[in-house]
């Protein structure tokens, strides 16, 4: 299937998976380029520190570090869950460029993110790999160590653990309609994509289910606990920089 100007095919499977592409005030947005290459101190000239301490103050996190790694795994989650089901859907994915995307990091999914131009590529893993970590994640990571000191650890295991959620969630939407053969897919790119050596030693899959090797440091919150996929069966009581490898 040819990708749609509109991506709709995307739309069925809602939240983090939609992409916008037109009838948004996108020109008035900064770029994911521009967020992750900022180097403007402050938060309120910053839309990445400004992301991290919107949500610091919605989870009540008294750590920025720990805001600062939820931030880098959502935002991971939504590139992934529309790089993936684009390839799954469509056997296609839009150029995902950080120049093309426009960002709103004051708003949530599906309207938080808008593509300024759809130019088709095509939809295998390495195709994938290439626009997810190396366009968005690996920048993203650098900018938020530098002010953050977030651990390479934890943030390769975000960026395995948001791949391997957006590949269960599209496997399981594929399933209630049907469409084995849109979860076979899902399936087989999630596995590919995560023996990607950027993403080696993050975690280990089987069948759909993922165990990361680290821990995101949701523990942390309050109220919170240990993910479904953490390396810690219960949240840990030793010092915080000990977790977060």
């Known amino acids: 299937m040819d990708l749609d100007p509109d991506l709709a095919a995307l739309r069925p499977l809602a939240g983090f998976f939609v992409l916008r592409t037109r009838g948004a005030p996108a020109g008035s947005l900064p770029t994911l380029a521009q967020a992750y290459a900022t180097t403007s101190p402050e938060v309120s000239g910053n839309p990445l520190f400004f992301r991290v301490q919107k949500v610091a103050t919605a989870l009540r996190v008294p750590e920025p570090r720990v805001a600062a790694s939820v931030t ?7 590139l992934w869950s529309v790089a993936l089901g684009c390839a799954a859907l469509y056997g296609r994915v839009p150029d995902l460029d950080a120049r093309l995307l426009r960002w709103d990091a004051d708003g949530s999914a599906p309207d938080d993110l808008w593509l300024t131009e759809v130019t088709p590529l095509p939809g295998d893993a390495p195709t994938v790999a290439d626009l997810v970590l190396d366009g968005h994640l690996a920048p993203l990571a650098a900018a938020l160590r530098s002010r ?8 390769r295991g975000n960026a395995a653990s948001a791949l391997a959620g957006a590949a269960r969630e599209l496997d399981r939407w594929a399933r209630r309609h049907g469409r084995g053969d849109i979860a076979a897919r899902a399936r087989s790119l999630a596995a590919e994509l995560l023996a990607d050596p950027r993403l080696t ?3 280990t899959l089987t069948g759909s289910a993922f165990r990361r090797r680290s821990c995101c440091l949701y523990y942390r919150v309050p109220g919170g606990g240990v993910c479904g996929d953490c390396c810690f069966p219960r949240p840990p009581r030793s010092s915080p920089r000990a977790s977060s490898g």
């Open 72 to 78: 880098h795994q959502g935002l991971a989650a939504r």
């Open 148 to 155: 953050h000191g977030l651990a390479i650890g934890l943030l």
């Open 201 to 203: 030693g993050a975690g």
